[in-house]
Structures are given as structure tokens and as C-alpha cells.
């Protein structure tokens, strides 16, 4: 699966990790409502070109997954800064 990486140069390597490690920053500095968004540029870094559809749950699970993931918030992060800011499109 990762057999283009052998051939590519050192400074090819480089590159790759830089913009790499630029999307993960961009993912883990997400922040308030951006938390809860689908992430598909990340996936578009790999070098296999699929466009694979989300499972998504029905709206009762759904919620039930976005309430969990933020308890696991309040565990993880206590100390985190909290916002009432709304959510704006």
C-alpha cells in the first residue's frame, strides 16, 4: 500500500511528512463546533484515491455519539475552556 514511498527522494520524503504533520495540526487544533465536523481532506492526503461514503447513524444514535464524545471531553480535558458561543453556518 506504501510502496510509493520507496521510491520517492529524500526531499520528496520531507515534503510529504511536512504536509503530513500541517493536516494533523489542522485536525488536532480544532476547536468548539469544528470538533463535530467530518474531516474528508485528511483522507485525501493518502496516496490511494477512494471517495468511501460514512456509515451514518440514524439521528437517536447519532446524538447519543455526540453526547459522549463530549463527556469523554469533560473527562479528558477538564480543565478546557468552555464556550455558549452558537453554532453559525
Known amino acids: 500500500m506504501d ?8 526531499e520528496e520524503l520531507l515534503n510529504e511528512v511536512k504536509k503530513l504533520r500541517q493536516a494533523i495540526r489542522e485536525h488536532r487544533d480544532c476547536s468548539g463546533h469544528d470538533l463535530c465536523w467530518h ?5 485525501g492526503l493518502l496516496p490511494e484515491k477512494t471517495d468511501p461514503l460514512p456509515v451514518v447513524p440514524e439521528w437517536p444514535e447519532f446524538l447519543r455519539g455526540c453526547i459522549k464524545y463530549r463527556q469523554s471531553l469533560d473527562e479528558q480535558v ?4 468552555r464556550s455558549d458561543e452558537p453554532y453559525e453556518e
Open 3 to 10: 510502496e510509493d514511498l520507496t521510491e520517492m527522494t529524500r
Open 78 to 81: 477538564p480543565q478546557a475552556p
Open 39 to 43: 474531516h474528508p481532506a485528511l483522507w
